[in-house]
């Protein structure tokens, strides 16, 4: 399995981007990068995903290492409702159907 | 349009009492199924995952088990609950490759 390491915890203030990094050291050629975020009482949601080029979309972009070793997500204007957790996960060939999530990162929004 | 149906959202039952919670998805074919589990203030834990019917993929070989009777239903069982089982069960899909998982609004077993 391909494991990824992410921050337990981060923080930041309402209106200011925030980064979130995630670790995928064992990452396989062929396996992209997922993110999700879970609210409160929520089931996750996806965020972003991609392979090599950075991405964007109307949630968020991902800048993704050259080396494919790690990842950032990034949030341009963090708004008090982006607070939850947010897992990085590997998906595609090599990962399989078996996808599992670490811990991920609590990102608290402070107005 | 795709969507996921989870229920019941909240469930409190005793201990040594069965359980069965159900999980269907419309709009699709042939999806890869999971269960995850979460305790409080903890991560997603893998229970199950099945890639088509009857096929069943074991994480946890305790007092739980799934079944796919049909291609887009999957259920997860117990004969007898424990306290640890209590818990936030979420059920998820996707396609093959490297599409994206989408949850079920999960259901919130308390074993009493």
């Known amino acids: 399995d391909a494991k990824t390491t992410q921050p337990n915890s981060m923080e930041s203030n309402e209106e200011e981007p925030v980064h979130l990094p995630c670790n995928h050291s064992t990452i396989s050629g062929t396996d992209y990068i997922h993110w999700y975020r879970q609210l409160p009482s929520q089931g996750p949601e996806y965020v972003i995903h991609g392979l090599t080029s950075n991405v964007n979309n109307r949630m968020a972009s991902l800048a993704i290492a050259e080396d494919r070793k790690s990842s950032t997500l990034i949030l341009h204007r963090a708004t008090l409702r982006d607070a939850a957790v947010y897992y990085c996960i590997p998906q595609g060939e090599t990962s399989g159907s078996r996808l599992t999530f670490g811990e991920g990162t609590q990102l608290t929004v402070n107005p | 349009s795709q969507t996921i149906h989870q229920w019941p959202a909240t469930l409190v039952q005793p201990v040594g009492s069965p359980l069965s919670l159900e999980c269907t998805v419309e709009?699709?074919?042939?999806?890869?199924l999971y269960w995850y589990r979460q305790a409080a203030g903890r991560g997603l834990q893998l229970l199950f995952y099945s890639v088509g019917i009857g096929q069943i993929s074991s994480e946890v070989p305790q007092n739980l088990s799934a079944s796919r009777p049909q291609d887009r239903q999957f259920i997860l069982s117990s004969k007898k609950l424990l306290l640890s089982d209590s818990g936030f069960y979420l059920c998820a899909w996707n396609l093959r490759g490297n599409s994206p998982l989408h949850f079920g609004n999960g259901t919130r077993l308390t074993v009493t």
């Open positions: 709009g699709t074919s042939n999806p890869n």
